[in-house]
C-alpha cells in the first residue's frame, strides 16, 4: 500500500514567487494534515482536514498560505508570495477514524521549500 | 515556556549502552503521548505510544508522569540503527493536533 506521497520533494523559489506543495494522503484516510519545521524549530501543525472540509486551521502563519482539499482526496499547500522566513520543510500527514484517541498519523517524507 | 520540552542532546552512546530520553509538556490537558523517531531528512514515524501505566516494546520503555507532565523513553542494548532524532508529542486527545519537541539526536557508535 502507498504511503503519504509528497511533491515536489524540493524547490528553490526566489523571495515573491508563488509554490505549491502538493499530498496524496494515504487511500482511504479522511484526516489530512499539513505540519512544517523551519530551521532551528520544532514540526509545528499547520491545519487539518477531515474530507474537503477545514477541521482546524488555526497553525497557519498568515494569509498568504492557502490550503485545499477539493474533492476530499489530495490535498495542496500555496504559499503566495513567498518570504524568506518561509523556507522549511511541510509535511503532509494522514489517518482514519476520526477522532479515535489512539488512531496512528502517517507522515509524508515532506516537501523541502527553500525561498531565496 | 515551550510546551514540550525535550533533553537538548545530542547523545553519543557506544554500542550496547542504555540511554534515556527525557521529555516535558505544559498543557496539563494533553491526553496522548507520543515518541515519534525521524532519520535523517526523512518523516516522523511512530516509535510507540506512551501509556500512563508504562509501556514496553522490545529494548525500548516509555513511561508517563502525568502528574509531574513528565514523559520518558529508555532504550536499552542501543544498536547502531538506533541512532536517529527521537521526537517527543503530544496531543490533546483527538490525536490531530500533535505538539512536536525539538528532538534529541542520537547517535550510537560502534
Known amino acids: 500500500e502507498a504511503g503519504v506521497t509528497q511533491f515536489p520533494s524540493h524547490s528553490v523559489i526566489e523571495k515573491g514567487q508563488t509554490v505549491t506543495l502538493r499530498c496524496d494522503p494515504i487511500s482511504g484516510h479522511d484526516n489530512l494534515y499539513w505540519y512544517r519545521r523551519v530551521m532551528g524549530k520544532e514540526i509545528k501543525f499547520l491545519l487539518h482536514f477531515v474530507k474537503e472540509s477545514k477541521q482546524d486551521e488555526s497553525g497557519m502563519p498568515n494569509n498568504r498560505f492557502l490550503a485545499e482539499r477539493t474533492g476530499g482526496t489530495y490535498s495542496t499547500l500555496k504559499v503566495q508570495p513567498a518570504e524568506l522566513e518561509d523556507s522549511g520543510v511541510y509535511f503532509c500527514?494522514?489517518?482514519?477514524?476520526?477522532?479515535?484517541?489512539?488512531?496512528?498519523?502517517?507522515f509524508g517524507e515532506g516537501s523541502w521549500l527553500t525561498v531565496v | 515556556r515551550k510546551e514540550v520540552e525535550q533533553d537538548p542532546g545530542p547523545f553519543n552512546v557506544p554500542e550496547g549502552a542504555t540511554v534515556a530520553f527525557n521529555c516535558t509538556y505544559s498543557n496539563s490537558a494533553s491526553q496522548s503521548f507520543f515518541w515519534y523517531r525521524q532519520d535523517c531528512r526523512k518523516e516522523p514515524k511512530l516509535l510507540m505510544s506512551?501509556?500512563?501505566s508504562g509501556n514496553e516494546d522490545g529494548r525500548f520503555t516509555a513511561q508517563l508522569n502525568r502528574a509531574s507532565q513528565y514523559i520518558s523513553l529508555l532504550i536499552r542494548d542501543s544498536k547502531l540503527s538506533d541512532s536517529a532524532t527521537y521526537l517527543c508529542v503530544v496531543s490533546p486527545g483527538s490525536n490531530y493536533k500533535l505538539t512536536f519537541g525539538k528532538g534529541t539526536l542520537l547517535t550510537v557508535n560502534p
Open positions: 506512551v501509556y500512563s
Open positions: 500527514a494522514s489517518s482514519n477514524l476520526q477522532g479515535a484517541v489512539r488512531n496512528t498519523i502517517y
